[in-house]
């Protein structure tokens, strides 16, 4: 069994080793050689200049991250709740109607879609009305604070406080490209960088530098930027006239240190139609809801998620193509977990459904009071009866729209979301006792009527919106105001010089 292998055969096999290590090396110096040559000859196409607005520039340095950042247009992915589709949540859930009864939202609210849409879809909602001229219409400058990076190019010129006066048609022919590169990134060194100063404020007020943050801080505070909650601020100091953005984060940002923030300023965003209630509009609490949950406390980004890393020709980047992670869960989530995807899907949506379950009992609920409430100022209920129940109202939907605008909260950080939910139910039956009670000194007996308000129509109707004169006023907008917009915003920009490098 000792047979010994003869002499010439292992010098054949010394020499074929040989042989293959030295291929084995050349292969890899010239692979380094090439990573290198790429690296060395790699020169930027054109010279970005800083407040440089049009995506598409940037782009041609940038080409890998610009065709995944341009996906953003796709509108062809819906999970169970969510999704890049264009759906009028109005007419999936006409109660909102009624929540919202006296402010814009009851009018068109359509679901969050692709960051490419950001202009588009804020100059066709009802919302923004149809101004005539820049000094009409029911929206102020400050609306467009989260939609483009021509926003910070309009503040360096105008100055902050100046941009954020007068009215939303005032910018329309300047703020033209939906969010992009300057949003989040320095022009010459690509690092992430905060381009909008609400953000750096409210970081001040705190006592915070935010220009410490570590880099996987930056990961998620280039989002904070605009998907957090915020409010128009018309006597900061300093600033006289203007709707100065501003971040309630100043006594902490759950929902009751942001709550006791805008009950210490008896600050309401508008009165509701039905009840008189001075209500408070959630807008996105994003950034606030993220910060409680498992996934943040494990020190997991917006961006881990969202802009998961891709590979291409074997170069790694990261994806630009902002979305669902649910239509991308082996880049977004299998980097850390080891599920499969059915079960990664299954565990989001599992989370939501729990949650929207008793988010629609206080949904409900929030409908009752307002009703009930309209009964009481019917019969000649007095303001001090009317007083702490118009508070309980405030503060039950605050509630409801804090877990309901934080988009991807119950999947975020479901056990707050589910805390807040509850605390809202509670308040709200609060207010219905003491209304039950009202009612009955007023001389009510009985339930006050739930209104039929099972479509959007039945339910405008029903809080009496003029819908037909909206949209015309709308239509005559796109048709005037709109492509002069645009005419002037392309004359501007041809005009704006694209500097190739040699
Ligand atoms: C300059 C403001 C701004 C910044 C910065 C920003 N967003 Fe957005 N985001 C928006 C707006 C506005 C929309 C809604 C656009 C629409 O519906 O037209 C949106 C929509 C989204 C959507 C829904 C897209 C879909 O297809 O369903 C996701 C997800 C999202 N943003 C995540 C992020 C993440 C993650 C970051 C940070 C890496 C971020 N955003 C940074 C303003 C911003
Ligand atoms: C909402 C914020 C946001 C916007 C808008 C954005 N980026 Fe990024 N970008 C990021 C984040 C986050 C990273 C990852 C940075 C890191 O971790 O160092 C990144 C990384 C990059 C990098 C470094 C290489 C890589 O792929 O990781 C390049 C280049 C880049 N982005 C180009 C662009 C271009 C071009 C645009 C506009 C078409 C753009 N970005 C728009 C957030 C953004
Ligand atoms: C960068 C790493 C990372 C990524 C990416 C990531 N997770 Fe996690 N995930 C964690 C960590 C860490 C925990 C906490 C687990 C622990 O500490 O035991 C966690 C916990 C969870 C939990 C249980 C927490 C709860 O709410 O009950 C679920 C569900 C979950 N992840 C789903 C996902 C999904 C879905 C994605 C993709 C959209 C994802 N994760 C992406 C790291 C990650
Ligand atoms: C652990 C992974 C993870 C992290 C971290 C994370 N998200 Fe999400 N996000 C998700 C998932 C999963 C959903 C649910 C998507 C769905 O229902 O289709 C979601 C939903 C969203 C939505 C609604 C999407 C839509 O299609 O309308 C927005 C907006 C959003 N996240 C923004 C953020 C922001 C901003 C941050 C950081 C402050 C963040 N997310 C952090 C996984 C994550």
Not at 2 to 21: D, E, G, Y
């Amino acid at each position: 069994m000792n047979k010994k292998r003869s002499p010439l055969l292992n010098w054949v096999l010394f020499f074929a080793t040989l042989i293959v290590v030295f291929f084995l090396g050349l292969l890899a110096s010239s692979v380094t050689e090439r990573r290198a040559e790429q690296q060395t000859t790699w020169k930027p196409e054109v010279q970005i200049a800083k407040f440089e607005p049009r995506n598409e520039v940037w782009g041609k340095n940038y080409p890998t991250e610009y065709n995944s950042y341009e996906k953003m247009k796709e509108s062809n992915f819906r999970s169970k709740y969510n999704g890049n589709a264009k759906i009028d949540m109005l007419e999936v859930d006409p109660r909102l109607v009624v929540m919202w009864a006296g402010y814009g939202f009851s009018i068109d609210y359509n679901q969050g879609r692709g960051h490419a849409y950001a202009i588009e879809d804020l100059r066709n909602t009802l919302r923004t009305g149809g101004p005539t001229g820049p000094d009409d219409g029911p929206m102020p400058s400050t609306c467009w604070t989260c939609k483009g990076p021509d926003v910070p190019r309009i503040m360096n010129e105008e100055g902050v406080a100046a941009y954020y006066t007068g009215k939303w048609a005032r910018l329309g022919a300047e703020i033209v490209n939906p969010i992009g590169c300057a949003d989040c990134h320095n022009n010459e060194t690509m690092e992430l960088q905060i381009s909008r100063p609400a953000l750096v404020e409210a970081f001040q007020r705190q006592g915070k530098d935010i220009t410490t943050a570590t880099h996987q801080e930056m990961r998620s505070l280039v989002c904070a930027q605009c998907h957090v909650e915020y409010y128009f601020d018309k006597h900061r100091e300093g600033a006289e006239g203007a709707n100065y953005l501003t971040f309630p984060w100043d006594n902490g940002q759950s929902v009751e240190a942001m709550e006791a923030y805008y009950d210490a300023k008896e600050f309401s965003d508008w009165t509701h139609k039905l009840s008189k209630a001075p209500m408070l509009k959630a807008q996105h609490p994003g950034y606030e809801t993220y910060l409680t949950g498992v996934h943040a406390q494990r020190g997991v980004s917006c961006a881990d998620c969202h802009m998961p890393y891709m590979s291409e020709g074997g170069k790694k980047f990261t994806d630009h193509h902002i979305q669902s992670p649910l239509n991308n869960v082996e880049n977004s989530c299998m980097v850390c977990h080891k599920e499969k995807t059915a079960q990664l899907i299954n565990d989001v949506y599992e989370r939501q459904d729990k949650i929207i379950e008793n988010r629609d009992i206080l949904e409900k609920l929030c409908v009752r009071l307002h009703v009930e409430a309209k009964m009481a100022w019917d019969l000649g209920a007095t303001d001090a009866q009317m007083k702490a129940v118009l508070m309980d109202i405030r503060h039950a939907q605050w509630r409801w729209d804090y877990a309901a605008a934080s988009h991807g909260a119950s999947f975020h950080s479901p056990v707050e979301i589910s805390r807040v939910i509850a605390g809202g139910i509670n308040i709200a039956q609060e207010g219905r006792i003491k209304l039950a009670r009202l009612l009955i000194e007023l001389g009510y007996k009985g339930e006050v009527p739930y209104p039929n308000i099972t479509t959007k129509a039945l339910a405008q109707e029903y809080i009496g919106l003029p819908m037909e004169k909206l949209i015309e006023e709308k239509e005559t907008f796109k048709k005037n105001l709109l492509s002069q917009w645009e005419k002037e915003a392309e004359a501007r920009e041809a005009s704006m010089p694209v500097i190739y490098n040699k």
